[in-house]
Nanobody, 117 residues
Framework: QVQLTESGGGLVQTGGSLRLSCLAS????????MGWYRQYPGQQRELVAA???????NYRGSAKGRFTITRDAAKNELYLQMNDLKPEDTAVYYC???????????WGQGTQVTVSS
């Protein structure tokens, strides 16, 4: 089992920045791919950014050029640096990890990001 704990959400004005962190604990040796998802009220979660290993990244279109996902494998931490935030980035952000041997998925509890206009 892998436990994921997010931090770093909050309220910021349009154009501001936030850095989300996700600490992984438990059997982290099985985790290869990690990512950040967000969820708007009443909607399904959507992928914001993902990373395989520590270097292969993938972003949804609206995040490209503004968000950066990084991973510190030694500290078992995942980060999402969000710059030039917009009101449409307001959502609950979730950390996600995949157990590569089994395909099992793990989720954090979520952290609220609110961008005021």
């Amino acid at each position: 089992q892998v436990q994921l704990t997010e931090s770093g959400g909050g309220l910021v004005q349009t154009g501001g920045s936030l850095r989300l962190s996700c600490l992984a604990s438990g059997d982290t040796s099985r985790v290869h791919a990690m990512g950040w998802y967000r969820q708007y009220p009443g909607q399904q979660r959507e992928l914001v950014a993902a990373i395989s290993g520590t270097t292969i990244t993938n972003y949804r279109g609206s995040a490209k050029g503004r968000f950066t996902i990084t991973r510190d494998a030694a500290k078992n931490e995942l980060y999402l640096q969000m710059n030039d935030l917009k009101p449409e980035d307001t959502a609950v952000y979730y950390c996600h990890a995949v157990d590569m041997p089994t395909g099992g998925e793990f989720w954090g509890q979520g952290t609220q990001v609110t961008v005021s206009s």
